[in-house]
Structure formats: C-alpha cells, structure tokens
C-alpha cells in the first residue's frame, strides 16, 4: 500500500491513497474511454488521494443506453422482488456503515458524528421507500361518457438522472435514488467531483444486493459531466440537488424536450427567536442551523431573527455556545466543526469576511477568524463560527447563501415585522420559529413562505415527511407519502360500451 501523506496513514489506514475508482456502467466496473482520472483531496489533510474517472460524453452515452436497456424488464419487475432487492442493499448499507461514514469525512471533511448516522438512515430510507412502493395502484372511474369505464395505473417515468451535491453526498442522493427505484425506474447517478467514491460504494453495494445490470449505473466527473448527462435525449427526468445557479442551467438544457425534473436548490432560512420561547433551547436550535454540517447545508438557519426585547440574553446564550464549539479533525468523535469540504469552498465563505468589512452597517458579533487564526488549529480550511449583526437589508451577508458557519443576525420588534423579514428572500426552503405560544406557532408558521417550518426544533427529517423548496430553492419534493409523484405518472386507459 502506498500512502501520500504519512498523517493519513493515521487517519485512514483502511484506504490505499493511490487506489483507482471505477465507474459503474451496465453492471461492470470502467474506467473513462479516454482514460482520463482526477484526484479527490481531502479537506482536513489537504492531501490528495484516489483515482477517479473523468466520464466524457461517451461514457455518459454509454451509461444512459444501458439504463434505457434495462428499463422494460425493471418497470415489470415486481414491487415484491424489488423489495428483497432492497432489504438486502439496506442490510449490506448497515454492514458497511463504518467503511460509508469514513469514505464522506474523507472526502468533505464533515464531522464522523454526523456521517456516522447517515447510513442507517439510508437505510431506512430505502426501506420505507421499497415497503411504500407495495401500495402503489391506480384507480377505477366511473366517466362521464355512457358505458364507458376508465382506470388507471402509475407507471415509472423511465430513466432518471440522480444528480448530487457534495454537502451530504449519500443522504442527498438517497432521496432520489430510493423513490425512483423502488418505483420501477433505472437511474445513472452523478456525484458531485469532491464526493464521488462513497457513491461509487454505495452502487457496488446495490450490484453485491443483486440489482440487474444496467439499472443503476454511477459516472463520475465535475459540471460537464453533469451537463452531457441532463442533455442525452435518453433522459427522462433530471432529479437534481445543488446551487439554485445549476438548477437555472438545467432547467434550461431540458426546457426543449420538456422532461420533468425535480430541483433541490439554495436556501436561506430564518430562525426566528420570539420573547416567549425557551431560550436556552432556541438558543442550541439556533446554533444548529448555523454549525451543523459547518454550516454547509441547505437546510442552514443562516438568517437569525431576534425579538428586540430578548437580543441581549439571546446573544449572551450564543457567544456562550460558539465559545465551546469544537472546531477539529472531523474524524474525532467530539468534533462538532471540520473544515470547509474545498479550497473552492473555503474561497468562497471567507470571501464573505471581505464582503462583511465593506459593508457600512454590517458588524460582527462573535468569530470572523479563518485558517490558522482559528483558535485550536494547525492548517486546514476552517472557518470559526461567526455571527453578523446585518440591520441593511441590502447586506449581502443577509441576502445570499453563503453555505459555511456563517450567520446573520436581524432583530425585529412585532410578530408580523418577523414574518415580513423571514419572507424577504428569494429563497423558500426551510424555516422556523422558537416560541411557547401555540397559536402563535400556527399563525406564523402558516405565513412563512417555505417549504418546511420547524416549530421548536431545527433540521428534523424523516423518509415519510416531505422535504423541497418554494421560489428559488426549488421545484417538487423530496420523500414524504408523495414520493412516487415525482417519480411515477398516471396512465388511463378507457373500455368503451360493450355491444348488448
Ligand atoms: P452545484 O450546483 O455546484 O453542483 C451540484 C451537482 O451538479 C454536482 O454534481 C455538479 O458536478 C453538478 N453540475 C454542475 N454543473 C452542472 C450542469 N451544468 N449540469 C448538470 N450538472 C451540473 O452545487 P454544490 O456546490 O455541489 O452544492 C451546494 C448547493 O447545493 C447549495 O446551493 C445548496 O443549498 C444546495 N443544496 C440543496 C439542497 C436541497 O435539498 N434543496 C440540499 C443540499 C444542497
């Protein structure tokens, strides 16, 4: 075994640095036509390591028609023998949760605590998704036409294209790969380029399960990949998380053929602390939505409104919490704060530091330090968690999603100032709202614009809850009792009148 780094090999002595990666395509490990390869680097390291294949639209084209292949045979495939399919997958998931957990935290530096729960809840999900998919049926109609009867069946969409981000790598992808799956569809997956190998095992998994060839096939590569996979004609629908810049580009690239698609894109939300609520545990549910996956998240509380009367306890609670955070090698258990998943990444939240300091009216409150200013550290991409006090509405700190451990800081007087606030973005992901007054929670949590409010709780997820965005951050859901929506149509059939 060849190790780059030598502290790596403290880290990761399971892994062989040098290791080449394969794509999987029509049920067999490739390699790019072209050959070509790139290296993942881990953040906390910063050291290079793996060989990953570099998909090219031949590849891509390649991947596609094996998936359209095994569609016919996969879309007849029983709901019950596509659930023995996925009980297995989910019990190799369990087996090899260690190995999934670490694969993520080398590859985007997030906290082993957090990875560590995100195999058992894939397979849950994959579960929940295969057992759900037992009760799909259509319907029987009586129509308007005499002697006429008419009923329906839902039948999967085709072939998928399962487009991931790199912030939670294999929990983001659960969300599409079960549901269209376990509904009859085959897929081709692309990874983000800086996750691309817990991916890789997580479809070697499903070929160890016994999924036929073809119907679930991994390319790996950056943008342009991504792009030659939404643009082959042998999509049917695109099911993509990321920036709310690429769902626009895709949304355009399939406009022409008008393929479905669903889109998981940006978010900006408002965690709102109202004078009545317990604070100490607004105060933990608003340092979560700031820290949790180090702020690389979707889902992030990264607009924090206070209710003037309690500014100053709240903040108190707030510095108090930041003071005690662990910022770390993401690998130890205690870590609650990695580094940034990318220099790109690292590049891009610090830059809002700059942005910070240019801005009239924008001061911070606590944190602000980055890299080897970080209390604690030696090297590596890390950003202190950091608040921002942000009163200008125009703050681009308060306005544009920063993904990183970064927050902005409003304060408001009246319920319904909270409610405008929460609503000025263009974002409509998630939301939430710390109070002790129930109709207060009903009353705001109707008017917040989001796609899911959280009342007293921040980043609760569950297979059976919906999860997806409004305005920009995106179109159609994720999970939930909906799921096969997205990924199955109705088709009717008519009988007309019999001859007696
Ligand atoms: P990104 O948009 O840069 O990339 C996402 C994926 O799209 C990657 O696999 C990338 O290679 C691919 N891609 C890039 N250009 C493409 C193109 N033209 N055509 C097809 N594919 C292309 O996003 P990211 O930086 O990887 O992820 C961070 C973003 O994801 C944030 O904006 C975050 O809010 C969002 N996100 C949303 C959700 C949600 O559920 N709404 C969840 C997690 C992350």
């Given at each position: 075994?060849?190790?780059?780094?030598?502290?790596?090999?403290i880290r990761?002595?399971?892994?062989?640095?040098?290791?080449?990666?394969?794509?999987?395509?029509?049920?067999?490990?490739?390699?790019?036509?072209?050959?070509?390869t790139?290296?993942?680097v881990?953040?906390?390291?910063?050291?290079?390591?793996?060989?990953?294949?570099?998909?090219?639209?031949?590849?891509?084209?390649?991947a596609?028609r094996s998936?359209?292949?095994?569609?016919?045979?996969?879309?007849?495939?029983?709901p019950f023998?596509?659930?023995?399919l996925?009980?297995?997958?989910?019990?190799?998931i369990?087996?090899?949760s260690?190995?999934?957990?670490?694969?993520?935290v080398?590859?985007?530096?997030?906290?082993?605590?957090?990875?560590?729960?995100?195999?058992?809840?894939?397979?849950?999900?994959?579960?929940?998704?295969?057992n759900?998919?037992?009760?799909?049926?259509?319907?029987?109609?009586?129509?308007?036409m005499?002697?006429?009867t008419?009923?329906t069946?839902?039948v999967?969409?085709?072939?998928?294209?399962?487009?991931?981000?790199?912030?939670?790598?294999?929990g983001?992808l659960?969300w599409?790969?079960?549901g269209?799956?376990?509904?009859?569809?085959?897929?081709?997956?692309?990874?983000?380029?800086v996750?691309?190998v817990s991916?890789i095992?997580?479809?070697?998994?499903?070929?160890?399960?016994?999924?036929?060839?073809g119907?679930?096939?991994?390319?790996?590569?950056?943008g342009?990949?991504?792009?030659?996979l939404?643009?082959?004609?042998?999509?049917d629908k695109?099911?993509?998380?990321?920036?709310?810049?690429?769902g626009?580009?895709?949304?355009?690239?399939?406009?022409?053929r008008?393929i479905r698609a669903?889109?998981?894109?940006?978010?900006?939300?408002?965690?709102?602390?109202?004078?009545?609520?317990?604070?100490?545990?607004?105060?933990?549910?608003?340092?979560?939505g700031i820290?949790?996956?180090?702020?690389?998240a979707?889902?992030?509380g990264?607009?924090?409104?206070?209710?003037?009367?309690v500014?100053?306890?709240?903040?108190?609670?707030?510095?108090?919490?930041?003071?005690?955070?662990?910022?770390?090698d993401p690998?130890?258990?205690?870590?609650?704060?990695?580094?940034l998943?990318?220099?790109?990444?690292?590049?891009k939240?610090?830059?809002?530091?700059?942005?910070?300091?240019?801005?009239?009216?924008?001061?911070?409150?606590?944190g602000g330090?980055c890299?080897?200013d970080?209390?604690?550290?030696?090297?590596?991409?890390?950003v202190?968690?950091?608040?921002?006090?942000?009163?200008d509405?125009?703050?681009?700190?308060r306005?544009?999603?920063?993904?990183?451990p970064?927050?902005?800081?409003?304060?408001?007087?009246?319920?319904?100032?909270a409610v405008e606030?929460?609503n000025?973005?263009e974002?409509?992901?998630?939301?939430?709202?710390?109070t002790?007054?129930l109709?207060?929670a009903?009353r705001?949590?109707?008017?917040?614009?989001t796609g899911?409010?959280?009342?007293n709780?921040?980043?609760?997820?569950?297979?059976?809850?919906?999860?997806?965005?409004?305005?920009?951050?995106?179109?159609?859901?994720?999970?939930g009792?909906?799921?096969?929506?997205?990924?199955?149509?109705?088709?009717?059939?008519?009988?007309?009148p019999?001859?007696?």
């Amino acid at each position: 075994m060849t190790i780059a780094n030598p502290r790596s090999a403290i880290r990761f002595p399971e892994f062989d640095y040098q290791q080449r990666y394969w794509m999987i395509i029509d049920g067999e490990q490739v390699q790019a036509a072209d050959g070509q390869t790139y290296r993942c680097v881990d953040p906390f390291e910063d050291a290079e390591w793996g060989y990953v294949p570099v998909a090219g639209a031949s590849d891509v084209d390649r991947a596609v028609r094996s998936a359209r292949a095994a569609f016919p045979a996969w879309a007849k495939t029983s709901p019950f023998a596509r659930l023995e399919l996925f009980r297995r997958w989910a019990q190799l998931i369990r087996e090899h949760s260690s190995e999934l957990a670490r694969l993520q935290v080398h590859e985007n530096g997030k906290t082993i605590s957090e990875m560590n729960m995100v195999p058992g809840a894939l397979a849950q999900s994959a579960e929940f998704c295969a057992n759900y998919a037992l009760t799909l049926h259509g319907e029987t109609v009586t129509p308007i036409m005499p002697g006429h009867t008419a009923w329906t069946e839902r039948v999967p969409i085709g072939v998928v294209a399962a487009i991931a981000p790199w912030n939670n790598p294999l929990g983001l992808l659960q969300w599409k790969l079960f549901g269209a799956l376990a509904s009859g569809n085959t897929v081709v997956v692309k990874p983000s380029e800086v996750t691309p190998v817990s991916t890789i095992r997580l479809i070697e998994l499903a070929l160890e399960a016994g999924f036929p060839p073809g119907v679930v096939n991994v390319v790996t590569g950056a943008g342009a990949t991504g792009a030659a996979l939404v643009e082959h004609p042998g999509i049917d629908k695109v099911a993509f998380t990321g920036s709310t810049a690429t769902g626009r580009s895709i949304a355009q690239a399939i406009a022409p053929r008008l393929i479905r698609a669903t889109l998981e894109l940006g978010g900006k939300g408002a965690n709102i602390v109202f004078e009545d609520a317990d604070l100490d545990r607004a105060a933990e549910g608003v340092l979560t939505g700031i820290i949790a996956g180090t702020g690389q998240a979707c889902n992030a509380g990264s607009r924090i409104l206070i209710q003037s009367s309690v500014r100053d306890e709240v903040l108190a609670r707030l510095e108090n919490l930041m003071s005690q955070v662990v910022i770390g090698d993401p690998l130890e258990p205690t870590t609650q704060i990695g580094p940034l998943a990318s220099r790109p990444q690292y590049k891009k939240v610090t830059g809002y530091f700059d942005i910070a300091d240019g801005e009239e009216d924008t001061s911070l409150i606590v944190g602000g330090r980055c890299g080897t200013d970080v209390p604690g550290v030696t090297g590596g991409l890390f950003v202190e968690p950091s608040l921002y006090a942000t009163p200008d509405r125009a703050s681009r700190l308060r306005r544009e999603e920063i993904f990183g451990p970064v927050g902005s800081v409003i304060i408001f007087d009246t319920e319904d100032e909270a409610v405008e606030i929460a609503n000025d973005t263009e974002f409509g992901l998630v939301g939430g709202l710390w109070t002790r007054d129930l109709d207060r929670a009903r009353r705001v949590s109707r008017q917040i614009d989001t796609g899911v409010v959280w009342i007293n709780t921040w980043r609760a997820f569950s297979p059976n809850v919906p999860f997806g965005g409004r305005k920009v951050s995106g179109l159609g859901h994720e999970m939930g009792l909906d799921i096969f929506e997205e990924y199955t149509e109705p088709k009717a059939y008519w009988h007309g009148p019999d001859n007696s």
